[in-house]
């Protein structure tokens, strides 16, 4: 049995972190399936779903070593006038970002309730912001 | 205090709601891959950019393309919503025989602040004598124009009718006609600066990004393409800042444009002070 949910979310900034760990333990509480896995997965190519512990000194360093790895500044390709868009990419460092982050994470599910650590928290980044996010929340088994 | 003078309110939600409108405006505009967004959406973007006020502008292709890529209505209901925010441009296809009526209309009932053209888009020289009443009408209401000049992305835009060059006669025969090229008339730079330097009456907009990142575009822009000092020095009262919103965003352009060194009187002249003076509403 799947059982699938949307969780939306609207940043604020160009880069944020946004805990999603309540929601989706609400999602596979109130989902039928009580064996199986749950995904989180973003929609987006310049968002990323990462699993951390949910302090704001671990996200200040974690943004802080995206940046230093993925500077503002550089030589991307992706900086130009696109035909299939009729608008401007220049978010090269979102999509990058969004690859060292992954799209995704993977939970097991036992007896209707997630079953993670006491420190893992689940994130929503916004990596090219402002703008409204979607995220996939499948709840897979029996 | 920033105003934005070049937005264009395609994917706007709350004018999205016929779904035929929106693909005609889409591949007539052309731009893709975008859906419609609400206010909130809208506000955010324009806050964190630090963004206060934004110019709608629409385009009326009636006799060109058989459609509207956002109406003066349109333009005008939103104005409505958000006074605070926003400030109206009107748009009429100039071959239209009523353009005067809705000129007239748009200026009168709607109360918009200023017409927006598109040679490239509209398949019109600027300086052809059939435009005059325009004008006119236009100094008339005193409202000013801004006009898409240089490279036109659009579908079915031939840049030829939006070369700054064709913009001469009109700044030098009305001189009391306030009138904005938008985009730097790139990549008409030089021919750009050449008329803000002849006519006072001539304004451009920051709207350029079309090649590079913001910040390697916008440096070529005013450290290349201009000297480093021509702001400080000579133009420092008709450069407005505009993001060509959808195809660029505000707050990269802001981004980048922090980034060049320029005196305080230029930076504030862009960001807000000339774009008062365009629009009639202060002698700033």
Redesign the interface.
């Known amino acids: 049995m799947v059982d699938l949910q949307e969780i939306y979310w609207?940043?604020?900034?160009?880069e944020q972190f946004h805990m999603i760990t309540r929601q989706v333990h609400e999602i596979v509480e109130k989902s039928p399936i009580k064996q199986g896995i749950v995904l989180v997965v973003t929609a987006h190519t310049t968002t990323g779903i990462i699993v951390n512990e949910g302090l704001p000194c671990v996200e200040t360093d974690i943004g802080e070593t995206l940046t230093r790895l993925v500077p503002?500044?550089a030589d991307?390709a992706h900086?130009?006038?696109l035909p299939?868009?009729?608008?401007?990419g220049?978010n090269s460092t979102g999509h990058i970002k969004s690859l060292l982050c992954g799209n995704h994470c993977v939970f097991p599910v036992v007896d209707g309730k997630v079953v993670c650590g006491s420190a893992q928290d689940i994130y929503i980044v916004e990596l090219d912001?402002?703008?409204?996010r979607k995220v996939y929340v499948e709840v897979m088994g029996e | 205090m920033i105003i934005d003078m070049h937005i264009h309110p395609v994917f706007y939600e709350s004018i999205c709601q016929d779904e035929k409108e929106l693909e005609f405006r889409k591949n007539t505009?052309?731009?893709?891959?975008?859906s419609p967004?609400d206010f909130?959406?809208v506000f955010?973007?324009m806050?964190?950019a630090g963004v206060d006020r934004a110019a709608m502008l629409p385009l009326d292709l009636t006799t060109t393309e058989g459609g509207f890529v956002v109406t003066n209505e349109q333009v005008q209901s939103i104005v409505e919503a958000h006074p605070q925010r926003f400030i109206g441009f009107a748009s009429v296809d100039p071959r239209r025989e009523d353009a005067l009526e809705v000129l007239e209309d748009a200026f009168g009932r709607l109360q918009l602040k200023g017409l927006k053209l598109n040679p490239a888009k509209q398949h019109f020289f600027p300086d052809e004598d059939f435009m005059k009443p325009i004008y006119e009408k236009c100094i008339a209401h005193n409202k000013p124009i801004l006009f898409h000049a240089g490279l036109s992305?659009e579908p079915n835009a031939v840049t030829e009718y939006a070369h700054p060059l064709k913009f001469e006669r009109i700044a030098m025969q009305y001189p009391q006609l306030r009138i904005c090229l938008a985009h730097f008339a790139w990549p008409f730079v030089r021919e750009m600066v050449m008329l803000m330097i002849k006519y006072p009456n001539v304004y451009t907009d920051t709207s350029v990004?079309?090649?590079?990142?913001?910040?390697?575009s916008i440096r070529r822009l005013f450290t290349v393409d201009m000297g480093p000092l021509w702001m400080d020095r000579a133009l420092y009262r008709q450069v407005m800042f505009g993001s060509n919103g959808?195809?660029?965003?505000q707050?990269?352009l802001l981004r980048a444009l922090e980034k060049i060194p320029m005196r305080e009187y230029a930076r504030e002249g862009i960001y807000y002070k000339n774009a008062l003076r365009f629009l009639g509403e202060e002698d700033v």
């Open positions: 609207s940043s604020e900034k160009p503002l500044e991307y900086a130009h006038f299939s868009y009729g608008a401007t220049n912001g402002p703008q409204t | 505009f052309g731009v893709f891959k975008q967004y909130d959406e955010r973007e806050d964190y992305w990004l079309y090649l590079d990142s913001p910040e390697e959808p195809r660029f965003r707050f990269k």
